[in-house]
């Protein structure tokens, strides 16, 4: 049945690669691209059993290509897509409503890993570019109008790195993997860390904290629903990884690894970006292996293999009014001239519609705002007390 399901799935493809061609007047090309697609899915299908799923489903181009898009991020109250253009340093923004893209250029920087809302404060945003942590105040309805405020910086020792995927947990902190990237953008191994982040404007303050050592590339940071375990993928090791999660303290426990990308030969590339829906299953972008992958992060079973027209699928986030879209990033980076003529859509953001899917809202961070109080510079959040889990202050210098 996972056979039959897949067939039709590459029929559905067929029709997006159809229009590609029509551009270029190129029958033979579309007819060659279709044989491979069909090829590619009867490995599928044969290497492993696809559960039986809907293929109602509709993938569309949303946005202009880029070069590489990468980290998207919706923000579900505003109906807006967030993301980047990793090695141009330039978020966007996209809304929904209107179909507008806006985009901030962080001049003077080779590369941008992230931009992630600000709670309680539209507008703001805490963006990672190369190895700097920046605070950004835009209100998204022009280019390159932000107020952007450099916090601080990691790894001072280490010039070649920057930072890459990240995400904020139930908490509002910030996580964030380094890597090492060479000037030909290869990566070398291990050269990176995962930290976890308490942002505060008092660049006095401690703001980092390793998590996960002597990593090579960063990528599919997710929490599960009820944010007992985070799931966490280095993509030089084509695994997934599962943690236990406190999510008083913010500490990582037991790991276990639920998922192995090289048991499935059929599948080329490496796992990506990554999030997770309201039944808890995992949608992992396949960079080099033109799909999204459908997995149960209880078991690590393949569920599901979602042909993508294109072949560097690089991130994955769920959005819309119902949280029944899966918007995809991807690049052309790595193609040819010929291959982008192939498919003029490449480094487009697409939206994947009828998964029969649902996320769940995405996270965004509690940045603590510089205060004065009785002489003393605190981190504060807004009404509350930190806990002593916050990294930003030792518990016996706060305020009582």
Known sequence: MGFVYGIAECV??????????????????????????????????????????????????????????????????????????????????????????????????????????????????????????????????????????ELFLVEPTKPKNQFNDGKADINGTLWLGTLTREPDLSVSPSGGNLYQMALCSHPSHKQYEERIAGTTISNGLCWSCNNNHFFYIDSAKKTIDKYKFDVNTGSLGEKETIFTLENYPAIEGILDGMTIDSDNNLWVATFGGSSVLKINSRTGKLLRVVPMPAKYVTSVAFGGKKLDVLYVTTSRLHLTRDEICECQSAGSVFAVYGLKAKGIVMNEISFLPTMVYLDWTYCLTWGSKPRSSVLSLPTDQYPT
Not at 22 to 41: I, L
Not at 94 to 119: E, H, L
Not at 122 to 135: A, E, L, P, W
Request: hydrophobic share 35%; aromatic share 14%; charged share 20%.
């Open 12 to 149: 559905g493809l067929s029709s997006l690669l159809f229009m590609e061609k029509q551009k270029q007047a190129d029958f033979w090309s579309y007819m060659e691209d279709v044989s491979t697609m069909f090829k590619n899915r009867l490995m599928w299908s044969t290497t492993f059993k696809v559960a039986q799923c809907p293929t109602s489903f509709k993938i569309v181009p949303i946005t202009d290509p880029l070069q590489h898009t990468e980290g998207p991020h919706w923000d579900h109250k505003n109906s807006i897509l967030y993301y980047v253009d990793t090695f141009q340093a330039t978020a966007y923004r996209w809304n929904s409503k209107t179909n507008a893209v806006t985009y901030q250029k962080f001049d003077g920087r080779n590369s941008i890993g992230t931009i992630t809302p600000i709670k309680d404060r539209d507008g703001q945003f805490i963006v990672s570019s190369d190895r700097y942590i920046y605070h950004l105040e835009w209100d998204g309805q022009e280019n390159n109008t932000g107020v952007i405020k």
